[in-house]
């Protein structure tokens, strides 16, 4: 398919992200001075900002409340450039994260709120049948119940489909549903061990656990490794690709930026180690702003980030 044909489709959880930062060493247990803010979020959201703010065309399948909340999700996020025709509207609330993040920007705990996502099921899957089969990459987030996955495995069959975990429990829901029409997973450490009910903490645990995915059909499992980098395993072997160095503000977003930017370069016919390369950059560049998407982030400035990486 010619690269100005290709799509990515993105199915999963929009939500507002509530942030609240302190403003010291946090204290657990009492009140700590901090600032907080609201911003729109989301993993399947944020995944799809990012992808069209790198220039590609890229369609939102996600469900959020008939309220101010919803309104103001769908207008931000069309106006970064993704298509919200198949985001649909529900009486329940529309979804919340509230991350609570240490001085230095690390987070210390996350409640998420994501009722709304569970009408997404599989009618609303039907209603975009078409667009789900003519894609070039479908990215399925941890968000989806173990139905409606199921149903959009089914429907974006054989394209590549990449599988982001989202937390511990909603990969330990989805750990059965894992077969050969995955393209590509990425969990953390703790995250690919509730896929595949293994330890992965050491190098030689995840190696072992990623196998495991391979043993099911899975072609790509990315493991990330946070400040270190991240691992990238194949059925040729694991690649290890280490972190952009950069100052950081915030982590929010950074993995969904990741994502994003991997989606970017397997769309324009990276490698996929060339792709995990890019995801790498444009987590350093989210990490090093305030923002869960980066309003300026695009193809130049992601290129640039990878020019001026260290040797």
Not at 15 to 34: E, H, L
Not at 43 to 49: D, I, M, Y
Not at 209 to 220: T, Y
């Amino acid at each position: 398919m010619p690269l100005e044909h290709q799509v990515a489709v993105v199915i999963g959880g929009s939500n507002i992200d509530f942030k609240a930062r302190s403003a010291v060493k946090a204290t657990p247990q009492t009140s700590n001075p901090g600032h907080s803010s609201m911003t729109p979020g989301g993993v399947g959201r944020n995944v799809a900002e990012n992808i069209a703010r790198l220039g590609d065309r890229v369609h939102l399948i996600s469900v959020v409340g008939e309220d101010s909340m919803g309104d103001d999700l769908i207008r931000h996020t069309e106006a970064a450039g993704v298509s919200v025709d198949q985001v649909a509207r529900t009486s329940q609330s529309t979804g919340t994260y509230t991350a609570v993040l240490d001085v230095d920007g690390e987070l210390i705990v996350a409640i998420s709120d994501m009722a709304a996502v569970a009408e997404l099921d599989t009618a609303r899957l039907d209603t975009a049948r078409d667009l789900i089969a003519s894609a070039s990459v479908v990215v399925l987030d941890g968000n989806l119940s173990l139905g409606t996955f199921n149903h959009a495995v089914e429907l974006a069959s054989p394209t590549r489909i990449v599988f982001e975990p989202v937390s511990v429990p909603k990969a330990a829901g989805l750990r059965n549903a894992i077969d050969d029409r995955i393209f590509a997973i990425t969990p953390n450490r703790d995250e690919l061990a509730a896929l595949t009910a293994m330890p992965a903490q050491t190098d030689h645990e995840i190696a072992t656990a990623a196998n495991a995915l391979h043993d099911r059909g899975v072609r790509l499992v990315w493991v990330g490794l946070g400040e270190r980098g991240s691992m990238l395993s194949s059925s040729t072997g694991i690649v290890e690709i280490p972190a952009f160095p950069t100052d950081v503000v915030e982590v929010t977003g950074a993995g969904d930026s990741m994502l994003g930017a991997f989606c970017h370069g397997l769309l324009a016919g990276a490698s996929p180690t060339e792709a995990a390369r890019l995801g790498h950059a444009a987590a350093a560049l989210t990490i090093a702003s305030q923002h869960t998407v980066r309003p300026d982030l695009s193809p130049a400035l992601l290129r640039a980030t990878l020019d001026n990486r260290p040797t």
